[in-house]
């Protein structure tokens, strides 16, 4: 069955410093999202992507967060200068929207925890 | 109504009883609303999807019910099993194909 891979699983970092966050969306999927989870909270969206540009992004989702999708396979997620409240479940997940599919794919998180 | 912080709602049901998960929602312009479970360490999982004209749609053991009335949503699911404790949460899906997912529920199936 197609998933949605995240790496790292886990990342400690230092406040203040850039973190990538890397996810290898499913192979046919066109859209692809980043949505993040703090802790015993509700998952919230950051950003969409589609065709190669943003097509929606949220409040949390500030210049020092950035997207990119460098390759055929990969869909990364950068945050410039770490902050503790960025510490967070980062979510990727894709899509396949033509056929009017729902379905999201969400992939197992990276665990971010900025000290 | 909205839950903040840690204090997620909880339902527990015993195995082999139906469980009745609720939603509100407050985007009457939503396309989709959607399910999802989250086990533990774990990201969303898609469980069912019914489209805003609908009233009501059946899965596998799942029913999702879309009272657009009220702005209500639920999930039952039928003869409940340990696999499926969990967080369930709600989402609403808009026409720019973003979700937003609603506070989710704890779901602890007893023994």
């Known amino acids: 069955e197609p998933e949605v891979t995240q790496t790292p699983s886990h990342q400690v970092t230092q406040m203040g410093q850039e973190v990538i966050l890397r996810c290898v969306p499913i192979?046919?999927?066109?859209?692809f999202y980043w949505y993040r989870q703090i802790l015993g909270q509700k998952v919230e969206f950051l950003v969409s992507f589609y065709n190669n540009e943003i097509s929606e992004k949220s409040e949390i989702f500030d210049d020092q967060f950035s997207v990119e999708r460098p390759d055929g396979s990969n869909f990364t997620l950068k945050i410039r200068s770490t902050k503790l409240e960025d510490s967070a479940m980062y979510f990727c997940?894709?899509?396949?929207?033509?056929?009017?599919?729902?379905?999201?794919?969400f992939g197992q998180g990276t665990r971010l925890t900025v000290v | 109504g909205e839950s903040v912080g840690l204090h997620l709602p909880t339902l527990s049901v015993q195995e082999g009883d139906n469980s009745i998960i609720n939603c509100a929602y407050s985007n009457s312009a939503s396309d989709y609303f959607i399910w999802y479970k989250q086990e533990s360490g774990k990201g969303p999982q898609f469980i069912i999807d019914?489209?805003?004209?609908?009233d009501k749609r059946q899965g596998q053991r799942v029913t999702v019910l879309l009272n657009k009335t009220v702005k209500h949503l639920s999930l039952q699911i039928a003869a409940t099993q340990p696999g499926d404790s969990a967080v369930y949460f709600c989402a609403a899906l808009d026409s720019a194909r973003q979700l937003t997912f609603g506070s989710g529920t704890q779901l602890t199936v007893l023994p």
């Open positions: 192979s046919n999927h066109l859209y």
């Open positions: 997940a894709s899509s396949d929207l033509r056929t009017m599919n729902t379905e999201a794919f």
């Open positions: 019914i489209r805003s004209n609908m």
